[in-house]
């Protein structure tokens, strides 16, 4: 076998999580690689839109390693967040290949195989690190080829600029949704419709508590305590939102039940004229490059014990959400998935479970 593509250990994917591996990977002797389909470092932020707003203190948003500058008090923005993630694989000089996209992962006399778009790869281990980003959910709703109006997910959103002078929908209670509303709220009239009834978090919690309810539930699960997490679904006062609170532009309709050719409606009779909708909606995790393993869960997921594929040895999922780790698809909670999926690996590369 030739040794140029075989590695102990390959990392799909080059965002937040692939980057907190790939730092408990540098120590140990393992022979490692990320492959990342993207074009240049950063992962998903480089997609992000352009006023995005971390909910988390920059103290708080932090990868192993390096403090993202800026206290206590900073709310970073994507291009903040773009910087220290690219300055923070430059400083560690990771092994990354890109663009590489695997399109399937199959196992084979206990190797894995990739098929990528740039040759095959093999490895002893799989750590999965790709997020859900390039898998957005936009909800299936009755009427949606009659509109004649612009429909976009977040994920496609930049700016509110096409919006101006427009009237706009914006679906989800979530924190996108809340702060895509509020800058879009600024050029145009916005109707705001959510599946949940939105619950804004007080002005002085934010997403520094992340990590220390991610430290509680691990302590409590180490004591065999039936701890609660925090909801991740409530939306953080980021100045931006804290701004729109202040201008009373939240407002929330159910959520719709069909389109028509000028706009939406409910069952009820109701129906409002639009001229775009911007789903607001999530993403579902980005695992279409492991469906050739046959693995997958009737909810499209993976069974894992934490990071750890249970009916696949060898293969890791770390920053998925909570059925990966709680808090574990944020910068400041991956890190602790990613370590204890590095110690898991070096046992089993050495045979000690299988």
Same mark, same amino acid.
Request: proline share 5%.
């Given at each position: 076998?030739?040794?140029?593509?075989? =590695?102990?250990?390959?990392?799909?994917?080059?965002?937040?999580?692939?980057?907190?591996?790939? %730092?408990?990977? +540098?120590?140990?002797?393992?022979?490692?690689?990320?492959?990342?389909?993207?074009?240049?470092?950063?992962?998903?932020?480089?997609?992000?839109?352009?006023?995005?707003?971390?909910?988390?203190?920059?103290?708080?948003?932090?990868?192993?390693?390096?403090?993202?500058?800026?206290?206590?008090?900073?709310?970073?923005?994507?291009?903040?967040?773009?910087?220290?993630?690219?300055?923070?694989?430059? +400083?560690?000089?990771?092994?990354?290949? +890109?663009?590489?996209?695997?399109?399937?992962?199959? *196992?084979?006399?206990?190797?894995?195989?990739?098929?990528?778009?740039?040759?095959?790869?093999?490895?002893?281990?799989?750590?999965?690190?790709? /997020?859900?980003?390039?898998?957005?959910?936009?909800?299936?709703?009755? !009427?949606?080829?009659?509109?004649?109006?612009?429909?976009?997910?977040?994920?496609? %959103?930049?700016?509110?600029?096409?919006?101006?002078?427009? +009237?706009?929908?914006?679906? /989800?209670?979530?924190?996108?949704?809340?702060?895509?509303?509020?800058?879009?709220?600024?050029?145009?009239?916005?109707?705001?419709?959510?599946?949940?009834?939105?619950?804004?978090?007080?002005?002085?919690?934010?997403?520094?508590?992340?990590?220390?309810?991610?430290?509680?539930? =691990? *302590?409590?699960?180490?004591?065999?305590?039936? %701890?609660?997490?925090?909801?991740? /679904?409530?939306?953080?006062?980021?100045?931006?939102?804290?701004?729109?609170?202040?201008?009373?532009?939240?407002?929330?309709?159910?959520?719709?039940? %069909?389109? =028509?050719?000028?706009?939406? !409606?409910?069952?009820? !009779?109701?129906?409002?004229?639009?001229?775009?909708?911007?789903?607001?909606? !999530?993403?579902?995790?980005?695992?279409?490059?492991?469906?050739?393993?046959?693995?997958?869960?009737?909810?499209?997921?993976?069974?894992?014990?934490?990071?750890?594929?249970?009916?696949?040895?060898?293969?890791?999922?770390?920053?998925? /959400?909570?059925?990966?780790?709680?808090?574990?698809?944020?910068?400041?909670?991956?890190?602790?998935?990613?370590?204890?999926?590095?110690?898991?690996?070096?046992?089993?590369?050495?045979?000690?479970?299988?």
């Amino acid at each position: 076998m030739s040794q140029e593509n075989f =590695y102990d250990v390959i990392v799909i994917g080059g965002g937040q999580s692939a980057l907190a591996t790939a %730092y408990y990977l +540098r120590r140990t002797n393992l022979r490692y690689v990320l492959l990342d389909k993207e074009n240049e470092a950063g992962g998903s932020w480089q997609h992000g839109w352009d006023s995005l707003t971390l909910f988390s203190p920059a103290q708080w948003s932090s990868l192993p390693g390096v403090i993202m500058t800026g206290g206590s008090d900073k709310y970073p923005t994507r291009d903040e967040a773009l910087t220290y993630l690219r300055q923070y694989e430059s +400083r560690y000089q990771f092994p990354v290949i +890109r663009p590489v996209e695997v399109t399937r992962v199959i *196992k084979e006399d206990g190797l894995f195989i990739l098929s990528t778009n740039r040759g095959t790869y093999t490895s002893r281990a799989v750590i999965s690190a790709t /997020g859900s980003y390039s898998n957005p959910i936009i909800p299936d709703i009755p !009427g949606n080829s009659l509109f004649k109006g612009t429909v976009i997910h977040s994920a496609d %959103y930049r700016s509110p600029a096409p919006f101006t002078g427009k +009237r706009v929908v914006v679906a /989800g209670e979530g924190n996108s949704g809340a702060q895509i509303l509020a800058e879009v709220s600024k050029v145009a009239e916005v109707l705001w419709t959510t599946r949940n009834a939105p619950s804004f978090l007080p002005d002085h919690v934010d997403g520094r508590y992340l990590f220390d309810a991610a430290t509680a539930l =691990y *302590k409590a699960r180490q004591e065999g305590n039936n %701890y609660q997490p925090p909801s991740l /679904g409530h939306i953080v006062q980021v100045p931006l939102v804290r701004e729109a609170i202040e201008r009373d532009v939240y407002h929330a309709l159910p959520s719709f039940d %069909y389109f =028509y050719e000028e706009g939406i !409606g409910w069952h009820d !009779g109701r129906r409002e004229a639009v001229d775009a909708v911007i789903f607001c909606t !999530g993403f579902r995790s980005a695992l279409q490059h492991l469906a050739s393993l046959n693995i997958f869960q009737p909810d499209g997921k993976i069974h894992t014990h934490e990071t750890r594929a249970i009916n696949l040895a060898g293969l890791w999922l770390v920053g998925y /959400g909570s059925w990966t780790g709680f808090a574990s698809a944020t910068l400041i909670g991956v890190g602790r998935t990613a370590k204890k999926t590095i110690d898991e690996v070096v046992f089993f590369l050495k045979g000690h479970f299988h």
